[in-house]
């Protein structure tokens, strides 16, 4: 089972830019699919955006969409979250995820079985 590490998270200003990576180890991810999701404080799991195998099919969610980019470097194991124009209501805890239960959709948290145990993002106004 792939295990996921996040990190890049942090304190920022309203307007500023973050990337977050995702690090993974005991298996390649290579043929699963990436997220991102995040979770506010007091507030449901959100997703964010997901990413193929292939790299090239990508989902967005609309409170994100031309804001947030994710990536994926098979060969390095890493995925990454490109997160610009960042707003106060950003503030979450963030996630990456992979796996590949095609039953769901893969903006469907149960698409995914492995789960990172996240990185805080705080956005200052």
């Known amino acids: 089972q792939v295990r996921l590490v996040e990190s890049g998270g942090g304190l920022v200003q309203d307007g500023d830019s973050l990337r977050l990576s995702c690090t993974a180890s005991?298996?390649?991810?290579?043929?699963?699919?990436l997220g991102w999701f995040r979770r506010a404080l007091g507030k449901d799991l959100e997703f964010l955006a997901a990413?193929?195998?292939?790299?090239?099919?990508?989902v967005y969610a609309d409170s994100v969409k031309d804001r947030f980019t994710i990536s994926r470097d098979n060969a390095k194991n890493m995925a990454y979250l490109q997160m610009n124009s960042l707003r106060s209501e950003d503030t979450a805890v963030y996630y990456c995820?992979?796996?590949?239960?095609?039953?769901?959709?893969?903006?469907?948290?149960?698409?995914?079985?492995?789960w990172g145990q996240g990185t805080q993002v705080t956005v200052s106004s």
């Open positions: 995820a992979a796996g590949s239960a095609y039953g769901y959709n893969t903006y469907d948290a149960r698409h995914y079985n492995s």
């Open positions: 990413i193929g195998a292939n790299g090239g099919d990508t």
């Open positions: 005991g298996r390649a991810f290579s043929f699963d699919s």
